[in-house]
């Protein structure tokens, strides 16, 4: 079946109907700012009855939260200034709960000049939730991993603490047997420095493992890196919390400076 009479395709009005039942929030705008159009979704998003109470108004009329108020224009200049598409990501608390947006905004050109900017905006807040869902999940998982490996290395740990104790008490009774002459005296590097040496480089390796471990865990803690929770550190006090994290012993902490 086909339509008999296809001159609606080309009526404005059709056209306007279709653009205001478009999937998610869509507005398009002049150069200034004005809201010249948009669709249904978008006034309901702003909690306004329907479309003639947004088209004409700016952003600033429009009750944004005043960080998002100035990050809207500047993306807005950006987008017109540049004649470049841009595509970000925002959380807002709108229609009664805190959501995230996806928005794209592409400039719009005649005869080749900026004229404004079309806007399309999708609520990508269950994508979000399954995200975060995961994200937990892969935690959990994580953590219980984390604890199966440093479950053997903490008894390797106390393996090696166990042995340089017996060298030790080994040593010592070879110390006196020396004295007394019941021995001869251990020619080149004694056994007992070595086995500590070995001990030591074990423990070593034991301990960073450990920290390479609790820093994969911590990094999947890592979402987005969000800059409302930014905060001035001095490069001294990162490279100290870094040197926390990492293993070193007192010769190779003693090489740095800063």
């Avoid at 030790?168 to 080149?188: D, H, R, S, V």
Wanted: hydrophobic fraction near 40%.
């Amino acid at each position: 079946m086909g339509n008999k009479n296809k001159e609606f395709w080309h009526d404005p009005k059709f056209l306007a109907e279709i653009t205001r039942k478009m999937p998610g929030y869509v507005y398009w705008k002049d150069t200034n700012g004005l809201i010249i159009g948009c669709n249904d979704k978008y006034a309901v998003m702003l909690d306004r009855k329907d479309v003639n109470e947004i088209i004409g108004k700016t952003d600033e009329e429009l009750d944004w939260d005043p960080d998002l108020l100035k990050k809207i224009i500047l993306e807005d200049k950006e987008v017109m200034d540049s004649q470049k598409s841009l595509v970000s990501e925002d959380w807002a608390y709108l229609m009664g709960k805190d959501r995230c947006f996806r928005t794209e905004k592409r400039p719009l050109l005649h005869n080749e000049e900026v004229v404004g900017l079309l806007c399309i905006t999708i609520d990508i807040t269950a994508e979000k939730e399954a995200a975060r869902q995961l994200m937990q999940a892969l935690k959990v998982t994580a953590a219980s991993i984390s604890h199966e490996m440093k479950t053997p290395l903490a008894g390797i740990k106390n393996l090696l603490d166990s042995l340089l104790k017996a060298a030790e008490k080994l040593n010592e009774g070879y110390q006196k047997a020396e004295q007394e002459k019941l021995i001869a005296k251990e020619e080149g590097e004694p056994i007992y420095d070595k086995i500590k040496s070995l001990n030591k480089q074990a423990l070593r390796r034991i301990d960073a493992a450990n920290t390479m471990i609790s820093m994969q865990i911590e990094n999947m803690s890592i979402d987005k890196i969000d800059a409302r929770f930014f905060e001035q550190l001095s490069m001294g006090h990162v490279v100290e919390q870094a040197l926390k994290k990492y293993v070193l012993d007192k010769d190779e902490r003693a090489l740095l400076h800063w």
